[in-house]
């Protein structure tokens, strides 16, 4: 029996082709099959474990459902001089969300800030992509989504209600890698709360609650009851802000674009309204030489960023980091050493391949 | 000898009026003072006692050392189809902040989304009443502000280097008060670590840290070392994630604007180059109406609102509240009942008052 738990080292290169000769064979036109598979890639590349090839399995599950159209195309319904919204037609997430940050950055050249909202849109990888796209053209910007499924109980709440919301923002230096921050609103994914229950260790009080909403300390009863907290962890430590910050996240995405509907809310025909295809995100794009000249928030950016650096840390061996430079440093790594895939994935990736006819590129 | 925990009780409109005569009689014209005293007045009437009527001696000692101009007169320095850039002058934070917000909503009107930003201001007060501004207009509104004195510890770090950075976020309901969020990316304000040291109270692990940058639960050691945590608290409750949104909010409000400057940086004369005059603030304002069509916007976000007041709490006594409810419910009380304002911090003021010779309007 093949041991689940080996590690395979696979080039992203191999990662992205993989990718995206599966979604080619689902009937994805090529370019926007290529454009996701980058997306997703990346996530691999920079140490996102749980944004990047792992993914696809799910996203076959929800193309069996329905709920992923393959040969969607995605419309403006609406445009101003430094806003749109587009309707995805239930596409992948990614190539529709790379057409409306980059669409906000080229209005943000000319008006100085744009937003682009999407609606009707899949699951879109990991928010940092597309915060990270804006700096690459040298523009700040955010990027969110909000996640149908449940995950987050509000501060005194029982039940979780939000999912879990990520906020992404990026902002280009000039010597520096960009600023980049990608963080859910919830304390942490519901994954890391499984992973501490498949290694039997205790979880921080404030990571996840009981099926009562009360905090708890076990892992398995909070993977259970599928509940984490909003950053803050508990009351006391601040939780009504995480839950505001992923209330806003789910105004930005899904009530200002029109994706948003209750948990649990039926259409005419019985079929739950809040599905995948219900997500909604929210891009944009800020032009920093339209508030400053030339170089100038490259520069400062530096100047903050190097500072930062050279904070003192409390204790040596732990340096002060600026958000984005785990991710630099997984990247640069896993450009020499490829990406390391558990078996159990590799398997889970072949059985998608297969199904599809795909060819095998991960060794 | 007077009572000085003593509670006094004191219309919102007398406090208005007393900060109006004292901006007054400092030399800042009536139309100016006024709004800057209703920007104060209503954080009193809303409970926010930490940016009311109280930050007017501190207002006083900086126009004693010459950072605040009250004869500014605040200039728009840049300006495009969706941005403007304003310079205060060393102005008031308030009034060119209601000025920057008002421009925010105007251009918003035409282009769906703008941003307005200001350098070389003052305090603002609390971040909350300029987004709750847009949401009066319709409009979503953010507002953000950095704060020049260090308080926040970046994680892994040992010493304070960023600001209690605010972010606030506001959002027009069709029925419920607008959605408003308005949150230090701190844990807590170091006046509350303040106000558990007077008590001889422990603060919980996370609030605040000692001069080495370790966590502690002394209050004494937190306040005395004026460190206090990233929201998340520890870096295993994601401090990372609230030192992300400090640093988010400082490259916002500082960096794109050209107000940042290295804590200790001197200017050629050798004075502190990073003083409250070097605060920069940022406005965003959404026209949801240009996204989606009449009052949807609106009534979606009264559905999300009612399902988080109808949602069910872990413990009956304490309902699911919304981003703005405490402060709501606070106005609705001190609308009948008056602000209670303790003896001392009328001291205070009147000492102000006494000293420009502006008329006594607090009982």
Not at 201 to 224: C, F, H, N, R
Request: proline fraction near 7%; charged fraction near 20%.
């Amino acid at each position: 029996m093949p041991d689940l738990a080996a590690i395979h080292h696979i080039p992203g290169t191999a990662i992205r082709g993989q990718i995206e000769a599966v979604f080619t064979a689902w009937g994805v036109p090529s370019e926007t099959a290529a454009v996701a598979a980058e997306a997703l890639a990346d996530a691999d590349m920079h140490g996102v474990d749980s944004h990047g090839i792992g993914l696809v399995p799910m996203y076959d599950v929800r193309r069996g459902e329905g709920r992923l159209n393959v040969s969607a195309v995605p419309k403006v319904v609406r445009e101003k001089a430094a806003v749109a919204l587009i309707d995805a037609d239930k596409s992948l997430g990614h190539p529709v969300s790379v057409m409306a940050m980059r669409m906000a950055c080229e209005k943000a050249q000319h008006t100085g800030v744009a937003l682009v909202g999407v609606r009707n849109s899949n699951h879109f990888g990991a928010a940092g992509y597309y915060a990270r796209l804006a700096a690459k053209r040298g523009m700040i910007g955010m990027a969110m989504t909000h996640a149908p499924g449940s995950a987050i109980v509000p501060t005194f709440g029982r039940d979780a209600v939000l999912g879990t919301n990520p906020i992404a923002f990026s902002a280009p230096a000039k010597v520096n890698q960009p600023f980049a921050l990608d963080m859910a609103t919830s304390t942490v994914a519901l994954n890391k709360v499984r992973n501490y229950y498949r290694r039997g260790k205790q979880i921080p009080l404030g990571w996840a609650m009981d099926e009562s909403g009360q905090p708890t300390t076990d892992p398995g009863v909070g993977y259970k009851a599928r509940r984490v907290a909003p950053v803050g962890g508990t009351r006391e430590l601040g939780s009504h802000k995480g839950y505001g910050l992923a209330m806003m996240v789910e105004i930005l995405c899904a009530v200002l674009t029109g994706a948003w509907a209750e948990p649990g809310e039926v259409d005419a025909e019985g079929r739950p309204v809040k599905s995948s295809t219900q997500t909604g995100h929210f891009f944009l794009a800020i032009d920093p030489n339209r508030m400053r000249g030339g170089d100038e928030f490259g520069q400062d950016l530096d100047r903050m960023i190097n500072m930062l650096h050279a904070a003192e840390p409390a204790d040596p061996r732990l340096p002060v980091l600026v958000a984005g430079d785990p991710e630099y440093a997984t990247f640069a790594e896993r450009t020499k050493t490829g990406v390391p895939l558990p078996q159990s994935l590799l398997d889970e990736v072949r059985d998608v391949v297969s199904r599809c006819n795909a060819p095998w590129m991960l060794g």
